[in-house]
């Protein structure tokens, strides 16, 4: 990584601003705690933890993680290990049954495989068996490639399977061996065990309970808030890290060395640029397109799912449950990251607050290098 000094330096206005928004969300709002990152050129520009969590603490990344898998598959191009166009069958035999002999590992990294709530979940989760077994029996909804729908665990299941046959190392073995360790990146971590996450690891708590039984929604972001869960490493979104090493995550995409240019540029490139089907709270809907490289959003013409209208076309990252965004403009140079613990019972927030949170965070934190 670069260690040169930033010959742009950002405007320490426009940066103020930018944590004085966040942290008003702490202070003043729901959030139980939120850490926030800077990056540029390989070098942390800005790293605060606000209310009840401290430098260290790690946060559930939730689909934010899915930039770091997608680095991963974008590794696996570069050194010669993987083509897009592959059908997936041909690699996993085990998921050829039911019709899905023709789905692409390009289908799989764009979200239109046509299986989008294809059901892995725990305990089967654990055991490798018992996920050969179940993608053999998932089935379609809908022809591959017909229809772009974010599939929310099933694409990263068979990623992770991918890496395994194509490099004899389990998903979580391979991030921590070919990428957190090269890198120093040490917060960034997949399953961890159970009696480790106390006191690691911000637990993920209710903004909006009123009282006791109030429970939150079992289904979306709030499965993992159970420690068996989250140490059984669903690898798109119980990944777990600090905001200061997701944002340096993003500049060694660029500037470390481990990944080949061409390889970054093929998984940034934009492939399609729709609305995405189906329901808000999957990720469906929305008044923008959203355009899609491999396994990560791209800003494009529309700045959808969440991306910051004020970057590049050319920026990619993800936002991820409730309150929480990755990314990276390699125009600009910069990246980004916030994260929090803090999570409505619904666990996403749609409402005008929610909303304009979001949008402010996301747009101010682009517009730093304006």
Known sequence: MPDHVDSHPLDPRRLDTLL???????????LPSAQVAVARNG????????????????????????????????KLIGDGLLDVDEQVAAIIPEFAPNGK?????????????????????????????????????WRLDYPPGSRFQFHLTSAAWLIAEIVERRTGLAFADYVREQIVRPLGLTSIELGV??????????????????????????WGPW?????KVLAAGEPSHALVATAADVALYFQALEHSGLWKPEAVEEGTRIRLTEQPYGERIY??????RTSMGLFVTVAGP????????????????????????????????????????GYPLAGYDHSPRGTAFLTDMANLAAGLAG
């Open 223 to 227: 499965y993992l808030s159970d420690p």
């Open 193 to 218: 065990p159970v009696d480790e996450q106390p006191g690691s690891v911000a637990p993920m708590l209710a903004t909006d309970r009123t009282s006791d039984e109030q429970e939150p929604d079992p």
């Open 302 to 341: 529309d700045a959808g799912s969440n991306l910051p209208s004020t970057g590049s076309p050319a920026l990619f990252g993800s936002a991820g449950a409730a309150y929480q965004l990755g990314f990276m403009d390699p125009e600009s140079g910069l990246s980004f990251a916030c994260l929090s613990n």
């Open 283 to 288: 990720g469906g809907g929305g008044n923008r």
């Open 101 to 137: 002999e023709t789905v692409t590992v390009e289908q799989v990294l764009t979200h239109t495989a046509g299986f989008p709530f294809a059901p892995l979940g725990h305990p089967k989760m654990l055991h490798r068996e018992q996920r050969l077994a179940a993608f053999g029996r």
């Open 43 to 74: 070098r942390l520009v800005a790293f605060e933890t606000y209310g009840d969590a401290h430098p260290g603490t790690r946060y559930v990344l939730q689909s934010v993680g899915r930039s770091v898998v997608a680095g991963v598959v974008w």
């Open 20 to 30: 004085s928004r966040i942290r008003r969300e702490v202070e003043q709002g729901p």
